[in-house]
T-cell receptor, first 111, second 109 residues
Framework: DVKVTQSSRYLVKRTGEKVFLECVQD?????MFWYRQDPGLGLRLIYF???????EKGDIPEGYSVSREKKERFSLILESASTNQTSMYLC??????????FGPGTRLTVL | DQQVKQNSPSLSVQEGRISILNCDYT??????FLWYKKYPAEGPTFLIS?????DKNEDGRFTVFLNKSAKHLSLHIVPSQPGDSAVYFC????????FGTGTRLTIIP
């Protein structure tokens, strides 16, 4: 059974803190993605990676960075969290471009 | 610039009737279209897809229609069941997926 796991379901952080969101997939997929989901805005792509140590900016990369040191793990980093980064964060992986498998999401609140 | 739009934020349908969810897009380069379903507190799950060279794809109760001239995509669910209550996202692809804003479908028993 395919699986994408995210390190936390709920996270509360303070403004200015450095935040790490971890994502692990067990499907040996090349491609991994980070999205955020906000009401009325749908899913927006933050960053993606097609290979280890490789990263590409998505549609809204500002304020975020990523790390992919191993094929199965893709980390999203908020260097200095701000209140407008309060959101649901979703990680996904895929073999090709199309069908992506999503993790359960991390609901991040920045106070 | 919202390239993929779902103009209905919500839809309510009686159990057993047909649910029709709509999606419009602006980028004629999109070559593949997908529908995802999302329950609360879970990640989206893939439902059905269609290539731009087709105009219809069917999988059980779910059928996706593509009208390229109108740049319009629709998902038909028939018959609708209570377990279909969820948020539905359409997505379109050219190298990466672009998602719509979602439609919350509620099936009324």
């Amino acid at each position: 059974d395919v699986k994408v796991t995210q390190s936390s379901r709920y996270l509360v952080k303070r403004t200015g803190e450095k935040v790490f969101l971890e994502c692990v997939q067990d499907m040996d997929h090349e491609n991994m993605f980070w999205y955020r989901q906000d009401p009325g805005l749908g899913l927006r792509l933050i960053y993606f990676s097609y290979d280890v140590k490789m990263k590409e900016k998505g549609d809204i990369p500002e304020g975020y960075s990523v790390s992919r040191e191993k094929k199965e793990r893709f980390s999203l980093i908020l260097e200095s969290a701000s209140t407008n980064q309060t959101s649901m964060y979703l990680c996904a992986s895929s073999l090709g471009v199309y069908e992506q498998f999503f993790g359960p999401g991390t609901r991040l609140t920045v106070l | 610039d919202q390239q993929v739009k779902q103009n209905s934020p919500s839809l309510s349908v009686q159990e057993g009737r047909i649910s029709i969810l709509n999606c419009d897009y602006t980028n004629s380069m999109f070559d593949y279209f997908l529908w995802y379903k999302k329950y609360p507190a879970e990640g989206p799950t893939f439902l059905i897809s269609i290539s731009s060279i087709k105009d219809k794809n069917e999988d059980g109760r779910f059928t996706v229609f593509l009208n390229k001239s109108a740049k319009h995509l629709s998902l038909h669910i028939v018959p609708s069941q209570p377990g279909d209550s969820a948020v539905y996202f359409c997505a379109a692809s050219v190298e990466k997926l672009t998602f719509g804003t979602g439609t919350r479908l509620t099936i009324i028993p």
